[in-house]
């Protein structure tokens, strides 16, 4: 009879050489090196954008990306957004990217709570409009 031996099972599951070379490619929140083949969107989004640095507060742009699920909309989005805030750092700006999934947070409240608190405000889950959040 063999003795069944549950240690040496976890152990030998523990020691499996993983399939995956880089784990966190498959979340949400990667940002690859390089996006092949979105040279073309990103000077779409750098001239959309460019008055925010050429001519800071002159006027809001707003822009719309639509496409299939995993195009790669939002890893375009944050790529461009995270080297914009860096360029305008560079240029003694004070510039925030805020990203916000509409998706998950589908009310307004929630929208404009995102918000508060990716700027760093303290808003409680509940008691406040969204008005009074967007005056805080």
Known sequence: MVK????????DELNKQ???KNRESLMPEYIP???????NELKLLASYFRHLIVNPGSM?????????VGTGKTTLMRTFATNLTSIARERGLSFDYIHVNC??????????????????????????SSKEIMDA
């Open 18 to 20: 993983s399939i995956f």
């Open 103 to 128: 998706y998950r947070n589908r009310s307004l409240f929630s929208i404009v709570r995102d918000i508060a608190l990716q700027l760093g405000l303290s808003v409680p889950h509940r008691g406040l």
């Open 33 to 39: 090196e390089a996006l092949p083949h979105r040279d």
């Open 60 to 68: 809001s742009q707003r822009v719309l990306i639509v496409g299939r």
């Open 4 to 11: 069944w031996d549950a240690r040496k099972i976890i152990e």
